[in-house]
């Protein structure tokens, strides 16, 4: 049972470059959440899938997409990388989308945008 | 819109000392507020959470949290510190989102 793993671990782009994040969880969830954490800011959501077949924004979506592949399976995609893009990223799990439960995290991606 | 203050970006103690984070949260609803905590390099796990009923609520590692309605506060506390509890710590509440704090970084002094 290894929870939600995310990669890569590590990526450094430049500037326009595009690239995708993966994310799957093995525990039967249903809501997924894409966060990225800035020193000082805590978490901001990008996007959040409720149930499989479903996405919507967060508080900051500008420059990214996101893809609910099926239900174990959410990706995150930059398609024109930004220096404002470094951060490092994580992807979390929940089993139901009410946000009474707790949230599980993957390991973190740690983007660099040059 | 909600919104979460944590008092201190870094608070430092010495072992065996007590240690206690600062959380206030603005609603007017009845909140449901989490603490989670953040190893170096590794991603957030929930340490304990409030949702309805007693308002001291227990959590893992000897960490507790008292939910004071009056003061819109969610305090993190533990009696003793160790120096495995040097982590950064978040506080959140729930709005259609989770609602985060900034976090702060607790140091442990041996």
């Known amino acids: 049972n290894a929870g939600v793993t995310q990669t890569p671990k590590f990526q450094v782009l430049k500037t326009g470059q595009s690239m995708t994040l993966q994310c799957a969880q093995d525990m039967n969830h249903n809501s997924m959440y894409w966060y990225r954490q800035d020193p000082g800011m805590g978490l901001r959501l990008i996007y959040y899938s409720a149930s499989e077949g479903t996405t919507d924004k967060g508080e900051v979506p500008n420059g990214y997409n996101v893809s609910r592949l099926n239900k174990r399976e959410f990706s995150l995609r930059l398609e024109s990388a930004a220096p404002s893009q470094t951060s490092v990223y994580f992807c979390a799990s929940s089993e139901l989308a009410d946000l009474r439960g707790e949230q599980y995290f993957g390991p973190g991606t740690r983007l660099t945008v040059t | ?110």
């Open chain 2, 1 to 110: 819109a909600q919104s979460v203050t944590q008092l201190g970006s870094h608070v430092s103690v010495s072992e065996g000392a007590l240690v206690l984070l600062r959380c206030n949260y603005s609603s007017s609803v009845p909140p449901y507020l989490f603490w989670y905590v953040q190893y170096p390099n590794q991603g957030l796990q929930l340490l304990l959470k409030y949702t309805t009923g007693a308002t001291l609520v227990k959590g893992i590692n000897g960490f507790e949290a008292e939910f004071k309605k009056s003061e819109t506060s969610f305090h993190l506390t533990k009696p003793s510190a160790h120096m495995s509890d040097a982590a950064e710590y978040f506080c959140a509440v729930k709005d259609y989102q989770l609602i985060w704090g900034a976090g702060t970084k607790l140091i442990i002094k041996p």
